[in-house]
């Protein structure tokens, strides 16, 4: 693997992480009061484009700096993002090549993180189970996530696509 790949997948994800926390964060952007998994959406995506352990270990970098950056217990994303990352690893083969698999993909697997860290939350003693309006804090960020596939997705192909770097062209 060339590791311009692996460069390329740490900076979506860099840069996932600061869209995430300012302009999603809070007092940002956030439709219906949820905003959407960026991070959690760039992990999806990158799965097609780089090999299966880099995959993980990237999955678990995003997490471990996205709790850094928060006040929550540390090492709860870095969990769930690197699940994220083993199931869409497990499963590109099946969703890379159609735009409709890989939007129906990121809804469940947006959806099935949001849930592997409520359960994490709970089980470490956040109570995340007990908050308010938890259902659209789960259901939603996959939502906005499934809408958002697209248009990431197509910036993620062209941030990947092979470059020809000959002196002729």
């Known amino acids: 693997m060339r590791r311009s790949r692996i ?4 900076a979506a994800v860099v840069i996932a992480i ?4 300012t302009v999603f964060g809070a007092g940002g952007i956030q439709p219906f009061g949820v905003a959407p998994a960026l991070v959690t959406l760039v992990i999806i995506g990158v799965a097609p484009y780089i090999e299966a352990e880099y995959h993980i270990l990237l999955g678990f970098t995003a997490g471990i700096l996205i709790d850094l950056i928060g006040s929550g217990t540390l090492g709860l994303w870095a969990m769930t993002l690197t699940v994220v990352a083993f199931a869409s690893t497990a499963l590109r083969a099946r969703y890379a090549d159609s735009i409709v698999l890989s ?3 990121t809804f469940a697997l947006t959806l099935g993180g949001q849930l592997v860290y409520v359960f994490l939350g709970t089980l ?3 109570e995340t189970a007990a908050e308010p309006d938890l259902v659209p804090k789960i259901i939603l960020p996959a939502v906005w996530n499934a809408l958002l596939a697209y248009p990431v997705f197509w ?15």
């Open 7 to 10: 460069v390329i997948a740490f």
């Open 18 to 21: 600061v869209l995430q926390t």
């Open 103 to 105: 939007i129906v993909f």
């Open 124 to 126: 470490f003693g956040q």
């Open 155 to 169: 910036i993620l192909r062209v941030a990947f696509r092979p470059r020809d770097r000959s002196w002729t062209a």
